[in-house]
């Protein structure tokens, strides 16, 4: 069906970047939106960053102004740029997304397996 496949975590100091990248994949006719969520440990599974097919982007108080989330529409891909990153940005980063199914036009969503990404010194 859809296949939604994260890339880009690792070990980062503090201050550091990474840019992860979401592929979607399968019958797809559409993206609606494409979101960032993280689950850091002992905590709640949080949105950090969303796009619309619109464009629109929103994004979490605490990343405001250090995260970027951008879209490659062409390659069904997004992307989630992070800077001057810090300890408590540690956690699982999940990709979501919300497509157009080819054929019946359903709509369907998917979340990623997940990617690790630590902040540490």
């Known amino acids: 069906q859809v296949q939604v496949v994260e890339s880009g975590g690792g070990l980062v100091q503090p201050g550091g970047s990474l840019r992860l990248s979401c592929a979607a994949s399968g019958n797809i006719f559409t993206i609606n939106a494409m979101n960032w969520y993280r689950q850091a440990p002992r905590k709640q599974r949080e949105v950090v960053a969303v796009?619309?097919?619109?464009?629109?982007?929103n994004y979490a108080e605490s990343v405001k102004g250090r995260f970027t989330i951008s879209r490659d529409n062409a390659n069904n891909t997004v992307y989630l740029q992070m800077n001057d990153l810090k300890p408590e940005d540690t956690a699982v980063y999940y990709c979501?997304?919300?497509?157009?199914?080819?054929?019946?036009?359903?709509?369907?969503?998917?979340w990623g397996q997940g990617t690790q990404v630590t902040v540490s010194s």
């Open positions: 796009i619309t097919r619109s464009g629109n982007t």
């Open positions: 979501y997304a919300i497509v157009v199914l080819e054929g019946t036009r359903a709509i369907t969503s998917s």
